[in-house]
Nanobody
Framework: QVALVESGGGLVQAGGSLRLSCAAS????????MGWYRQAPGKQRELVAT???????NYADFVKGRFTISRDTAKNTVYLQMDALKPEDTAVYYC?????????????WGQGTQVTVSS
């Protein structure tokens, strides 16, 4: 079982920036993929960005050029730098870890952190 703890959410004006952090209880090299998802009220949870064990990254179209996912392997922490924020980025942001082991696909979630962007 991998524990994930998010931090860094808050209230920011449109055009501003926030950096989210996700601290993992285990070495993130042991986790095949780390990522950020978000869920706005009344909407389904959606993928924002992922980073693989190799360091490869992937972004949803709606954040390309504005958000950057990165990691600090010494701290077992993944970050989401969010710039040029828009009111439609308002959501609860969740950290996710996905581990493939012995033919099983394990998915772990953090508790979520609220991001609110005012216009």
């Amino acid at each position: 079982q991998v524990a994930l703890v998010e931090s860094g959410g808050g209230l920011v004006q449109a055009g501003g920036s926030l950096r989210l952090s996700c601290a993992a209880s285990e070495n993130i090299f042991s986790i095949n993929r780390m990522g950020w998802y978000r869920q706005a009220p009344g909407k389904q949870r959606e993928l924002v960005a992922t980073i693989g064990a190799s360091g490869s990254t992937n972004y949803a179209d709606f954040v390309k050029g504005r958000f950057t996912i990165s990691r600090d392997t010494a701290k077992n922490t993944v970050y989401l730098q969010m710039d040029a924020l828009k009111p439609e980025d308002t959501a609860v942001y969740y950290c996710n870890g996905r581990r493939l082991r012995n033919g099983y696909d394990y998915s772990y979630w953090g508790q979520g952190t609220q991001v609110t962007v005012s216009s």
